[in-house]
């Protein structure tokens, strides 16, 4: 099977475990930001494509923050990645299982996880070749027990997931400690309203707290 995601971007998201998903409405708050998270421990991130600023915000961080893995979330639009792989982003993911931003990352080699939530959504997305797949949204679809029974029949695959959607410091371990899992990702450590309010020291608090999960998990 073909993958997108080289060996080298999966060792650093797995070495990261933890996966911040940002989204960001100021984009000078970008950088401060990421610094922040790496120097937490947790050096990769989606950023969502969600508000205005999310390409600017991207550039920022690619530019002056290069110790981030720096993923873009909520792509849509094959077109988008044009847009996230001039500003250097590494990867991307989605909600949702779209062929057509399948086929614009294979067409451009980049490495894109799709998002799945059924068995279907993980064939559509193993047929054209994908072998990271996001999970969302993965607490609310029944947590590392669906996802148990759901990779079951593709467990010769050999298929890594990143579950988004409810994970938090509460469940992390619960993901971290199986094989199939790549990294975790959520809001929790970095939402919205802690961003806007530059809660850094509050938002270092959340890292912290999620590194020191991943660490006891993975060793
Ligand atoms: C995402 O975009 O990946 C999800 O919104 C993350 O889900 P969460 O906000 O529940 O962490």
């Known amino acids: 099977m073909k993958t997108i995601f080289t060996s080298e971007l999966k060792g650093k998201l797995f070495a990261s475990g933890v996966i911040a998903v940002i989204t960001i409405n100021d984009a000078d708050q970008a950088v401060p930001l990421a610094r922040l998270l790496v120097d937490e421990g947790i050096r990769a991130m989606e950023l969502t494509l969600r508000t205005e600023c999310a390409l600017n915000a991207l550039e920022r961080i690619t530019k002056e923050v290069p110790e981030m893995n720096a993923g873009v979330g909520t792509v ?9 792989i001039k500003r250097r982003a590494l ?20 490495p894109f996880g799709p998002g799945i939530s059924t068995a279907s959504d993980v064939e559509t997305a193993v047929s054209k070749g994908c072998q990271v797949l996001k999970i969302f949204p ?24 990143i579950p988004l959607g409810g994970v938090n410091a509460g469940n992390m371990a619960s993901w971290l400690e199986r094989p199939e899992i790549l990294a975790i990702g959520g809001s929790w450590i970095a939402p919205p309203g802690m961003i806007d309010k530059k809660d850094w020291t509050g938002i270092a608090a959340n890292a912290r707290e999620a590194v020191k999960i991943t660490r006891e998990v993975r060793g």
Do not use: H, T
Request: aromatic share 12%.
């Open 138 to 161: 993965a607490e609310q679809l029944g947590g590392i027990n669906y996802l148990k029974a759901l990779n079951g029949p593709y467990g010769f695959l050999d298929l890594q997931y």
């Open 76 to 84: 849509l639009q094959a077109s988008q990645l044009d847009e996230i």
């Open 91 to 110: 990867f991307a993911v989605a909600p949702g299982c779209n062929p057509d931003v399948i086929d614009g990352a294979l067409e451009r080699q980049f």
